[in-house]
T-cell receptor, first 113, second 114 residues
Framework: DSGVTQTPKHLITATGQRVTLRCSPR?????VYWYQQSLDQGLQFLIQ???????AKGNILERFSAQQFPDLHSELNLSSLELGDSALYFC????????????FGPGTRLLVL | GENVEQHPSTLSVQEGDSAVIKCTYS??????FPWYKQELGKRPQLIID?????GEKKDQRIAVTLNKTAKHFSLHITETQPEDSAVYFC?????????????FGKGTKLSVIP
C-alpha cells in the first residue's frame, strides 16, 4: 500500500457525460500528479499540482481539468467524454517535486460506452 | 521537453538469466532517472533510481547504470525469477519549465519463463 488513495476504483459511463476522479496523497506529500494509461500504453502525464497550485501541464485535453484543495486532495474532472477516454487514470504524489519518488495510487479504471 | 525512448518493448528470458532494458533521454541537464515496475492490474512502483552524480547503483538483483555522455541509462536484472515478470518503465525529468514532470518511456514487458 503506497498511502495514496483513489476513488472510485471503477467507473462506467456514457459518451458525453462528465465524471470526477478523486485522489488523496500520502500524508506529508505536497505534490499530486495525474497520469492516463491506455491499453498497452505507457504513462501519459496530464497535470501536476503543488500545494494547491498548478505547476506543470502535460498533454491534457481542454475537456479535462483538475484542482488541488487546501487539504491537498485532488480531483480530476473529465467532461464531454468520448470512447477514447477509456483508460486507467493514476494519481501519484511526492513530497515536493518530480525528482523524488512518486507513489502511485491504485488507479481508477474508466470505461466510456 | 524531455524525450525518453525505451527498448526493447518486449523481452522474454529464461528463469535464472539476466535481463537488460535500455533508455535514452534528450535533455542533457536531466539528473534523476527512476525505474518503475508495474505488475498486471496494479500500480507502478519505484524499484530503483539513480542520480547523475553516480554511474551505477545496485540493490540485490537489480542494478541501474547511467552514461551521461551518451545520455542513456539501463536496468539490469540478474538471476531473473517468474515474479520479475511485469512491465518496466524508465523515466526522466526535464529541466527548466519541464522539470516539474517526469517523462516515461513506453515500457518493456518482461516475461520470465520458468
Amino acid at each position: 500500500d503506497s498511502g495514496v488513495t483513489q476513488t472510485p476504483k471503477h467507473l462506467i459511463t456514457a459518451t458525453g457525460q462528465r465524471v470526477t476522479l478523486r485522489c488523496s496523497p500520502r500524508s506529508g506529500d505536497l505534490s499530486v500528479y495525474w497520469y492516463q494509461q491506455s491499453l498497452d500504453q505507457g504513462l501519459q502525464f496530464l497535470i501536476q499540482y503543488y500545494n494547491g497550485e498548478e505547476r506543470a501541464k502535460g498533454n491534457i485535453l481542454e475537456r479535462f481539468s483538475a484542482q488541488q484543495f487546501p487539504d491537498l486532495h485532488s480531483e480530476l474532472n473529465l467532461s464531454s467524454l468520448e470512447l477514447g477516454d477509456s483508460a486507467l487514470y493514476f494519481c501519484a504524489s511526492s513530497v515536493q517535486g518530480a525528482e523524488e519518488t512518486q507513489y502511485f495510487g491504485p488507479g481508477t479504471r474508466l470505461l466510456v460506452l | 521537453g524531455e524525450n525518453v525512448e525505451q527498448h526493447p518493448s518486449t523481452l522474454s528470458v529464461q528463469e535464472g538469466d539476466s535481463a537488460v532494458i535500455k533508455c535514452t533521454y534528450s535533455d542533457s541537464a536531466s539528473n534523476y532517472f527512476p525505474w518503475y515496475k508495474q505488475e498486471l492490474g496494479k500500480r507502478p512502483q519505484l524499484i530503483i533510481d539513480i542520480r547523475s552524480n553516480v554511474g551505477e547503483k545496485k540493490d540485490q538483483r537489480i542494478a541501474v547504470t547511467l552514461n551521461k555522455t551518451a545520455k542513456h541509462f539501463s536496468l539490469h536484472i540478474t538471476e531473473t525469477q517468474p515474479e520479475d515478470s511485469a512491465v518496466y518503465f524508465c523515466a526522466a525529468p526535464g529541466t527548466g519549465a519541464g522539470s516539474y514532470q517526469l517523462t516515461f518511456g513506453k515500457g518493456t514487458k518482461l516475461s520470465v519463463i520458468p
